[in-house]
């Protein structure tokens, strides 16, 4: 049986903790009591502090939980879309040249120039023999199947390349988007770059570590047309260390040093406790009784927090996560993959 409308919106508001449930008085203040024993009171807000970590780590899923929701719209979206210009633009084709679909697949992508040579079936299984898990006579099948799987998805975006040019096709349905600050973070390159990187990120990550270089490139090559912004996203249920390495990151940061500390900390072969972080902040040169105390007041958990908040309400759930002008792109991406995003984003803002 499904719910009217107005019943299905008061459920959501009451998901999203917008709304009370009935059972709690609109008008209850924190310091109203939950409990009361002998006299004394037990008050919401000493539930709720009592609780915090758990509510925060709950309230951070659902931010998560609803960025992932809409990506997924938008792919669906995307994917639907996709379909429906590939079938009507074959059926255009297919007009114009007076000939079936079945003919003009047949046609654009003959099944023989889709099977990959002996060369590339040898040359990808000796480029991945040490992960291949099976025997050698059972894996080649598999490759060749893998091979051809992408030749056809490639001649597939070429011809659909083709047809959208030829066509005269205009896609509307634009990238889906999050609002990601980037003003008052550390980065490198102008504030009028038409680009933005921003990458939330771990300092006791090693994926981060590798992906880190390969954004400083992407930045290098586009110069002034790409700003590369870090922000926080320490994760202490797998990296204890990382939420120290965050806070010195922006200590160093507070004396113009960020990037240096930046790269220090990712090289930490030597791991990242409190007299690893110290070294560094004294190989640095900089104010260390000014760093130290920095560190010690836990001046920048407030904004490690912000960070880590409004990057799940963006859709991080870990790290590396890369957002170009607000397109999310979980996970590590080569360089030729970020720079071709890069590419598409300059096109676009012409």
Same mark, same amino acid.
């Given at each position: ?7 299905? @919106? ?12 009935? =059972?709690? /008085? ?8 939950? /409990?009361?024993?002998? *006299? ?16 925060? /780590? ?27 210009? +590939? ?10 040249? *007076? ?101 939330? =990120? ?10 880190? &270089? ?31 390495? $965050? ?11 960020? +990037? ?6 990712? $090289? ?23 760093? &130290?105390?920095?560190?010690?007041? *836990? ?13 799940? @309400? @963006? &859709?991080?759930? *870990? ?11 979980? &996970?590590?991406? =080569? ?11 300059? @096109? $676009?803002?012409?």
């Amino acid at each position: 049986m499904s719910l009217p409308m107005a019943a299905r @919106a008061g459920l959501l508001l009451l998901c999203l903790g917008i709304v009370r449930p009935p =059972s709690q /008085a609109a008008d209850r203040k924190d310091g109203a009591p939950l /409990a009361t024993f002998e *006299g004394a009171v037990i008050t919401e807000a000493e539930v709720r502090g009592g609780a915090l970590a758990e509510l925060e /780590a709950l309230e951070l899923r659902i931010l998560r939980d609803s960025a992932a929701q809409a990506r997924r719209r938008h792919e669906i979206m995307e994917a639907s879309l996709d379909r429906l210009l +590939w079938e009507k633009l074959l059926e255009a084709e297919a007009r114009k040249q *007076g000939i079936s679909v079945a003919a003009l697949l047949e046609k654009e992508l003959p099944a023989e120039a889709m099977d990959p040579t002996a060369e590339e079936i040898e040359a990808f299984y000796g480029e991945n023999e040490e992960r291949i898990t099976v025997s050698r006579e059972e894996a080649l099948p598999l490759v060749t199947g893998h091979l051809r799987q992408q030749r056809q998805a490639r001649a597939r975006e070429r011809l659909m390349k083709r047809l959208e040019s030829e066509h005269k096709a205009i896609r509307v349905l634009r990238p889906l988007r999050f609002e990601v600050q980037s003003s008052g973070h550390p980065s490198l390159g102008p504030d009028s770059a038409p680009v933005v990187l921003v990458v939330f =990120s771990d300092f006791e990550c090693p994926y981060c570590r590798h992906y880190g &270089g390969t954004l400083r490139k992407v930045a290098a090559r586009y110069d002034r047309q790409v700003r590369l912004v870090f922000r926080q996203f320490p994760l202490p249920s797998l990296h204890p260390d990382a939420e120290r390495a $965050a806070e010195a990151s922006l200590c160093a940061h507070d004396q113009g040093r960020f +990037w240096e500390m930046h790269d220090l900390l990712f $090289a930490g072969t030597e791991g990242l406790g409190e007299n690893q972080i110290e070294a560094m902040a004294a190989s640095l040169k900089l104010d260390v009784a000014a760093f &130290g105390a920095c560190l010690r007041s *836990g001046r920048h958990r407030d904004r490690i927090r912000r960070d880590i908040r409004e990057g799940s @309400a @963006a &859709g991080t759930d *870990g790290t590396p996560t890369l957002f170009v002008n607000g397109r999310y792109f979980g &996970g590590i991406r =080569s360089f030729e993959e970020v720079a071709a995003i890069v590419e598409e984003e300059l @096109a $676009a803002g012409k």
